[in-house]
Nanobody, 125 residues
Framework: QVKLVESGGGLVQAGGSLRLSCAAS????????AGWFRQAPGKEREFVAA????????YYADSVKGRFTISRDNANNRVYLLMNSLKPEDTAVYYC??????????????????WGQGTQVTVSS
């Protein structure tokens, strides 16, 4: 079992920045790919960013590429999402996710093993 707990959400003006943190506990977290998803009101959950077990390979949704940066600190079992140049359309609940064998994408959401409880990000215009 892996338990994921997000923090760092909040209210920010458009153009501002936030850094989300995901703390993992349980099994050896450095064996897992990890990533971030988000769900806006009335919309489906969608992929935002992911990293492999090492943190050296990263993936981003087109909508956040160049603005968001995912990173991980395996020594401290944490994954981060630095969000710059935030837009009102980035408003959503952001979820941390992890899996050992399933790629982290929008299509594989039903298969992903571990999820955090989510943290709200609100961007005002």
């Amino acid at each position: 079992q892996v338990k994921l707990v997000e923090s760092g959400g909040g209210l920010v003006q458009a153009g501002g920045s936030l850094r989300l943190s995901c703390a993992a506990s349980g099994r050896a977290f450095d064996n897992y790919g990890a990533g971030w998803f988000r769900q806006a009101p009335g919309k489906e959950r969608e992929f935002v960013a992911a990293t492999d077990w090492s943190g050296h390979t990263t993936y981003y949704a087109d909508s956040v590429k160049g603005r968001f940066t995912i990173s991980r600190d395996n020594a401290n079992n944490r994954v981060y999402l630095l969000m710059n140049s935030l837009k009102p359309e980035d408003t959503a609940v952001y979820y941390c996710a992890a899996d050992q064998g399933v790629p982290l994408t929008t299509a594989t959401i039903p298969l992903i093993s571990y999820w955090g409880q989510g943290t709200q990000v609100t961007v005002s215009s």
